[in-house]
């Protein structure tokens, strides 16, 4: 027979902790803003509101200021959320790098380092990982006031119910349990998701995609990846993966992908594919104001902006061959707008109208009438896509309980 009181115990708990999130949400998102304010919005009980906010304030996770009363009297005492005692270290897990940031709870980075990897086995990885972290903590010491949350993003698939990781693209690994084992070395809430998926979130949260709650994040890198934010939330699959474009065979009898299969999107359009279709152009004897020392993103930008015309052809072909893809997808998931990320965006007055016409024409006018496609505005900052994971779990709450009753088991 069921335990009833268990499950009471349980409901009793999750109610807490949706309140919670939700009264945080609020003065997160509109503060300086008052309790009957609060109360109003969130549909609570003001009594369960001065609850709630005298915890946060007890905490020290909001704070209380003075505004100027409209009628000019009295000043009105309204609440704002506090974030700069609040740090958390992101990590953007490469396959040859580990970027390392301290964040703090309004997102502002406080310092950044990156390290190389040289680790081959899922072992090796997570002891070198961690001494990372170790060595990124020491040397900031200083900086950091109170640490709630160390987060990791890495490309991949990982379970979004245990935090395990289930295949990384370079490396074999076993059901990595990383968040557990986070936990248990650290003693801090830990997070692991996909990188592009999680860069997706933070563009919601963060850049471009903050005014609309549908959005597409493309991101161009050494592959291809995407990340579709439908309703404030990233789409995610039944095992956590959704979305890879990437592997889109764009070409039936094109080069072999790092998957196995043949002319995916990411053989097509990813910066090394670019870089290396130029520099066969250039051993083939075609003119340019690149060089064979030259052949990096940064630089057939760059060519390409001042004219080059190896340079803009080779972008055109993977703007056409990326805007189909994107078109199809439109098609599955009508977002409200476009982001497209990566070094290539340098180009963006090459690229974007390519893309544009795509969408224009291969896509149900509905769906892609005056849709923006816009470049990402966070720039290379790749760290803030694991912040943004932290982020998530203050806003549902599960983070945010676990700051209001510390000792408690920590969530995943």
Not at 134 to 156: C, D, H, K, Q, Y
Not at 162 to 187: A, C, S, T
Not at 275 to 304: P, Y
Not at 336 to 365: M, S, W, Y
């Amino acid at each position: 027979m069921p335990n009833s009181g268990a499950a009471q115990i349980g409901n009793i708990d999750l109610v807490k902790q949706l309140n919670g999130a939700a009264v945080y949400g609020l003065i997160d998102q509109h503060g300086p803003i008052s309790r009957i304010q609060v109360a109003e919005l969130s549909q609570l009980a003001p009594a369960s509101v001065t609850k709630i906010t005298r915890q946060l304030l007890e905490r020290g996770l909001i704070k209380e200021v003075e505004q100027q009363a409209s009628t000019g009297g009295r000043r009105a005492i309204s609440i704002v959320t506090e974030t700069h005692p609040f740090h958390t270290i992101a990590i953007r897990l490469g396959r040859k790098d580990a970027t390392i940031a301290l964040f703090d709870l309004s997102s502002r980075v406080i310092t950044e380092q990156s390290y190389p990897l040289s680790a081959h086995t899922q072992d090796s990885l997570q002891q070198q990982l961690f001494t990372l972290i170790e060595r990124f903590i020491a040397e900031n010491t200083t900086l950091i006031r109170e640490l709630i949350a160390i987060s990791v993003i890495l490309p991949g698939l990982v379970d979004p119910e245990n935090g395990q990781v289930r295949y990384m693209p370079h490396i074999d690994v076993n059901n990595w349990p990383l968040v557990g084992e986070l936990q248990k070395r650290f003693h801090l809430a830990s997070f692991v998701g996909h990188d592009i998926r999680s860069l997706a979130l933070a563009e919601y949260y963060f850049g471009a995609g903050n005014d609309c709650s549908d959005s597409l994040l493309v991101r161009i890198h050494r592959g291809a990846g995407a990340g579709v934010i439908i309703n404030e939330n990233i789409f995610v699959g039944r095992n956590g993966n959704a979305v890879e474009i990437g592997h889109i065979q764009v070409d039936p009898l094109g080069e072999r992908c790092a998957c196995g299969n043949f002319g995916c999107l990411e053989t097509v359009v990813s910066n090394p594919t670019i870089e290396k279709r130029v520099l066969q152009l250039l051993n083939a004897g075609h003119e340019s104001s690149l060089s064979i020392h030259t052949c990096t993103i940064q630089h057939i930008c760059d060519a390409a902006n001042r004219g080059d015309r190896l340079a803009t052809e080779v972008l055109q072909h993977a703007a056409l061959t990326l805007g189909k893809v994107i078109a199809s997808t439109i098609n599955l998931f009508n977002p409200q707008k476009v982001i497209i990320a990566g070094e290539i965006t340098a180009a963006e007055t090459i690229l974007f109208p390519l893309i544009q016409r795509c969408i224009d024409t291969q896509t149900l006018n509905a769906f892609g009438k005056n849709l923006p496609v816009v470049s990402s505005q966070l720039g290379n900052r790749t760290a803030i896509g694991a912040f943004a994971l932290v982020k998530r779990a203050m806003l549902n709450g599960k983070l945010l309980q676990h700051l209001l009753d510390d000792g408690k088991k920590i969530p995943i």
